[in-house]
Structure formats: C-alpha cells, structure tokens
C-alpha cells in the first residue's frame, strides 16, 4: 500500500485553533492510511492560502498485472508542486491526495469513497476501467470528474463527468477512420473486458467512411504473458483473400494492405512482441494501434526504426509529444519531477493529467475568491466557462449546446484526434490538423 505523505513548510507556533486543525489533519491521514487502497498527498511547500487549501485526488492503476498508469498521479504530484511554489490555484494551495485503484472495481470504488472521506473539491486527470464502481459514490456526494482517461461509458455519461478529450471511443473510431484510406482489411485485437467489448463497433464505424467491411473482432486476455494465437488468427484474417501484401511485398489490388490494430493498454507490447515472432510465416500487413497502448517511449524501447512499430498508423487526442505546444509541461516535469521515471511527457495519461489540470485551475480562478466546493466548481463548468489548453485542444466547455450528438456519449464535448505515424522511428503527424470524429461516433451501434 503506497503510504499517505503531507509535507508542510516549517512554521511559528500556531494558535489553539490552529493547532486543533493539525490535529484533524493527522486523524486524517491515519484515516487514510488504514484503508487498503493506497494514498498519497502532496500539497506542495509554498504559496497559496494555508488556511483553505483546495484539496483534490487523483488515482490511476499501479503494480498490477493488467495497465498501469504511474505517471498520472506523479504528474499530479508535480502540478501541485509547481502551482504551490508559484502562488498556488488564485491564492489556494493546491493538495493532491492520489489513490491506487489496482485494476478492479473494488480498488475503484475505495479511491472514490476515500475521496468522499476526504472531502476533495474533485477527482482530477485520473484512469479507471470501472466507471459503474467510482461513478456512483461521487455523484453521491457531489463531487465532480474532470478530465478522465475516457474509458467508460459513465465518463460520457454521468452529469458529473467533465472530460477533456473523446476517450476510448474517439480513438478507436478514429483509427478506423484513419485506416479507412488504407486497409482492405482489418483484425482488431482488443480486451476481453466490458470496456472492450464496444471497440469493435467503434473501429467499424471509423471504416465505413472508406465503405471497409466490418473488422475482425479478436478478444484477447488483458493480462496475458504470450499472444501468439491471437497475433496467429489476427495475421490470418488481415491477409486472408489476398486483401493484405502478397508473399514478396506486393500488395493487393488497389494499393490497400491488410492491417493489425491493436489496443491492449501496456500489453500492446507484449500483443506485438508476439506478432513479430509470428509474422515471418504471413504475408506483411500493417500495423496499427492508439496512444495510451503505443507511445515514443516504446518505440525507441523496441528497436525505433528498425522495430515492429515502423510504418504503424497511431491514432491520438493531442499533438505528439515534441510538438511545442508541450513546452510548459515538459519545462514543469524538468522542474518537478526530474528523475522520475515515472512521468513520462510523451505518455497520454500524462498528457490527459497535464490538460485536466488545466481545466481545474481556471475553474478556480473563475470563481473569483469564492470558496472552492464541488458545487461551485460544478457550478462554473455547467455554466459556461471556457477553457483553453494552448492548443492542445480545441476549446473546451460543458454546457448542455457544447455537448455533441453522439447518442451513447452525451457529455462528449470533444472529438478532435490526430493521425500520425511512425517513421524513422519517431511517432509524427501524419495529418497536420486535427479530425474530428463527431459524426463517426453518432454513426456507431
């Protein structure tokens, strides 16, 4: 269990009043600390109001045998170190309490309720499969759910939910879309769990705007140690009638390939090392997958250019990594998190923290001095208040006319992704403007 930190700046002595709150701020992290979830808090050393902190958490899965996601909670950490030494949120001191949430929907819902038990302002750029279990205890106390990873159904769903980019669903309806122009034919492998069962759907609706026939949905074990029958089946049914490259590396009629999407979080990895093994007795076809399952870091861990991700089609929310409109983050990890391995600027989850944070501040500071509770954060969201990321979206706002016509994602305000592509070993804009998915999503059943 990850221990519950406070670190305060040392002080004068403090007043009976004072010295009562220290003591409820202990009883606190005690609290904390005997529920097996997992928590930390870092509320930063300086600036920002003493007296009336805005305290928030964020939780991601870490040390499981599924997806992790460290690096979101440690940016967390390290937004709140940055904010705090430059004056706080608007004069408040920013206090990030982060939770593990291991993978299953009991870590899930104890991160909630210990945020409930908290008292956090909100729950902040944080990753989760197991909406029904954290959604229902947060909206049970008010709290509102900015700028999650997007892999639930209540993210796009709940009226507490206030998420920054399309989610899964964008990215897979995206790389359909991106594929449309290229692919004869499509094997998409994909989790065997209850977020993954609407990928398949997703991708198709991406590759009927180039009138593709419906991919092949292949389910694999998210937690597996070896995929080589699902890389097997998968290479099979992308090259099958001849749609993908000939034996040779001729391709098929018309100068469409055969391609593998992939989307299996951190066992991508372990989906295309056993794909590479398996490839050679195939005809070649294309890869392809999203952010979140593939990123720089990986393809510079596989062999860059000379790896199995050369020529991958990758679909993102953002821009990629090295674009400048990055800087002020990658300058705040330098500054704050340098050494940390765990926070990685390229990772999506890293980027989504970065953004949903973003969002978090100028709530705040629209509120004007004001007292920083769930209801007035809800409050200045529902009612207009736009939010601008550099670019790194378009802008953002949660009224009811800014949200999108995509009937099973109500509170989709954001369909924007990028199409890019691995070459030379580095993940690049394929397309330099963003495309927007929109009509893909409301088109998918």
């Known amino acids: 269990m990850t221990a519950l930190r406070r670190v305060f700046p040392p002080r004068p002595a403090e007043t009976a009043p004072r010295a009562r709150k220290a003591l409820l701020s202990a009883a606190a992290v ?63 001191k920013l206090e990030v309490i982060t939770c593990n949430e291991r993978n299953d929907p009991v870590g899930a819902g104890n991160c909630a309720r210990e945020a409930v038990k908290q008292g956090v302002a909100a729950v902040v750029g944080s990753y989760s499969q197991h909406g029904r279990a954290f959604m229902a205890p947060l909206e049970s106390a008010g709290i509102p759910y900015i700028g999650g990873y997007g892999l639930t159904d209540e993210e796009f ?142 393809i510079d861990r596989t062999g860059g250019a000379e790896g199995v991700y050369e020529g991958a089609y990758v679909t993102g929310w953002y821009p990629d990594g090295s674009d400048k409109r990055w800087d002020k983050m990658r300058e705040v990890i330098r500054e704050q998190a340098f050494g940390d391995n765990r926070v990685d600027a390229a990772d999506a989850g890293v980027q989504t923290t970065w953004i949903a944070y973003t ?38 706002s949660w009224r009811f006319e800014d949200m999108l016509a995509a009937g099973d994602y109500p509170r989709l305000v954001n369909a924007d992704v990028t199409f890019q592509v691995v070459r030379d070993g580095r993940l690049v804009l394929a397309r330099k403007a963003f495309v927007n998915v929109a009509k893909t999503l409301e088109s998918a059943h």
């Open 359 to 396: 969002v978090l501040r100028q709530a705040v500071e629209s509120l004007n001095g004001d007292e920083v509770t769930p209801r007035a954060l809800r409050r200045t969201l529902d009612q207009g208040l736009r939010v601008d990321t550099g670019g790194l979206t378009p802008m953002l």
């Open 157 to 298: 769903s709940s009226p507490l939910s206030y998420p920054v980019n399309g989610g899964q669903p964008a990215l897979i309806a995206g790389n359909g879309r991106q594929l449309a122009g290229v692919c004869d034919r499509v094997s998409l492998v994909r989790p065997d769990t209850i977020a993954g069962d609407d990928l398949s759907k997703l991708l198709d609706s991406g590759l009927a705007q180039g009138h593709n026939a419906a991919s092949a949905d292949i389910r694999a074990p998210e937690d597996a140690t070896d995929y080589t029958p699902q890389a097997e089946e998968a290479l099979d049914r992308a090259s099958d009638g001849g749609s993908g490259r000939r034996a040779g590396g001729a391709t098929a009629a018309g100068g469409k390939e055969g391609c593998v999407a992939a989307a299996l979080g951190a066992r991508t990895d372990t989906f295309f090392d056993s794909f590479r093994r398996t490839e050679d007795t195939y005809p070649d076809v294309r890869t392809a997958s999203v952010l979140g399952s593939v990123d720089q870091s990986l």
């Open 30 to 92: 005690a609290a904390c600390a005997s529920v097996a979830v997992g928590c930390g808090v870092i509320p930063g050393t300086t600036g920002g109001s003493e007296d009336d902190p805005v305290k928030v958490m964020t939780w991601a899965p870490e040390h499981t045998k599924a997806t992790n996601k460290p690096g979101m909670p440690a940016m967390a950490e390290a937004y709140a170190r940055w904010i705090n030494a430059n004056g706080g949120l608007d004069g408040h």
